[in-house]
Structure formats: structure tokens, C-alpha cells
């Protein structure tokens, strides 16, 4: 008998009331319109921007005539992943390559890599702390699209300074026809372990970006 696999949880839950979201992002409801009780079924309805919770970036969203969401290859959002630990980091502090991530040998082409700084524990907190996170230089950019590196996930909102006004992490991956992922959680259940993720997307035809349930499991 084939053992079941135990799945880990990268997505956070979309709860109004518990979320993180940047003050010039959409606000996120989830409203009831038909009961049990009065209607004989459920029925809610849901408002949100594309790039709300644990979501991808797909090349479109900072690039003229970038792939949207309905054209990503699903192929290259599930795969062998590479956890990089970064919790050391500190607030508004810039990851480096040569500093941070000498791992080279390591990013094989199609590998997924996940940096993992444990920012997700300010997701939904009082204050400002989640939305000023390590962020990424955009030198790692262009390593990583160099290698053949086409998705980069973080458990940060954005690679980039969140409120700088400036986007060239994501001006150099997206335009190299890479995806982001942002606002990873669970991270540190991927450590000791040889972890596959699956970072798919709803299929938004046209979309900028969508909310992705993220998983994660031991290949081991």
C-alpha cells in the first residue's frame, strides 16, 4: 500500500478580518449572499485584487506584452525546490548574491527557489513590520534567469522595496520571462527535507496575477 503524502501548507488563509494587504491594494471581502437557512445552499462573494494573499506575478504585471496568467506553463510552477535560509535578515536589509546566496551549483535549471526568511510571522500583525522586509537585489535577478531559474518564491510581499516607488527586481526577473510568488508561509516545515512544491494559480484569462494555494512535500 502506497503511503499518503503528507502535504505542507505555503499559502496563507484569505480571511478579511486576518490579512495582510500594502494601502494601495484593493481590500479583500468575502460576503455571504444566499444561506442554508433561508436559500436551501451557500453561496458567498468574493472582491480582491490579483495580487492578494499568497499570489504569483506572472511577466505581464510590470511588462508590456509579458505572459499573463492563463499563458504560464504549469510545468515550471511545480518542481524540486531550493530552500535558501535567510532568517537572519533583518528589517529593510538587502539580500545579495554574492553575500547571501552562494549557491550556484545547487540552482539547476527548473529548480524552484524559495527564500526563506520568516517575514510570515508579520502576516496580519499590528504595525507596520510585514511591509518592511529584507528585499532582494537585482543582481540575483539576473543569476537566477541565468541559470534557468524561471520562478522565485519568498515569504516576503515583494523582492523589491515595498513603497520605494521602484520595481527592478521585478522588472529584470519578469522581463527574463521569470514568475514571483510572494507572501510564502510555512517555510521553516521545508528544512531537513527534499521538498517538491506546487505553486499553481487560478486561471485568470488575461490576469496580471492570481492567488496560489501552495504545497509543498518530502521527495526523500
Known sequence: MNRKRELIDLSHPLDPNRI???????????????????????IHTISMGTHTGTHIDAPCHFIPGGKSIDQTPLDVL??????????HKQAQECISWEEDLPYAEQMHPGTIVVLHT?????????GNEYFEHPYVEPLVARELLAREIAVLGLD??????????????HAIFLGGGGYI????????????????????????????GAPVRGVAWDDS
Do not use: Q
Not at 500594502?22 to 436551501?40: G, L, R
Open 20 to 42: 495582510s494587504l500594502w494601502h494601495t491594494m484593493p481590500p479583500f471581502t468575502c460576503c455571504s449572499v444566499a444561506t442554508i437557512e433561508k436559500d436551501t445552499f451557500s
Open 78 to 87: 511545480h518542481g524540486p525546490a531550493l530552500l535558501i535560509d535567510l532568517t
Open 118 to 126: 520568516g517575514w510570515s510571522r508579520y502576516w496580519a500583525k499590528e
Open 156 to 169: 516576503v510581499p515583494n523582492p523589491d522595496v515595498t513603497g520605494s516607488g521602484g520595481h527592478p527586481f
Open 181 to 208: 510568488v510572494e507572501n510564502l508561509t510555512n517555510l521553516e516545515k521545508l528544512r531537513g527535507i527534499h521538498p517538491v512544491v506546487s505553486l499553481l494559480p487560478i486561471n485568470i484569462v488575461g490576469s496580471d
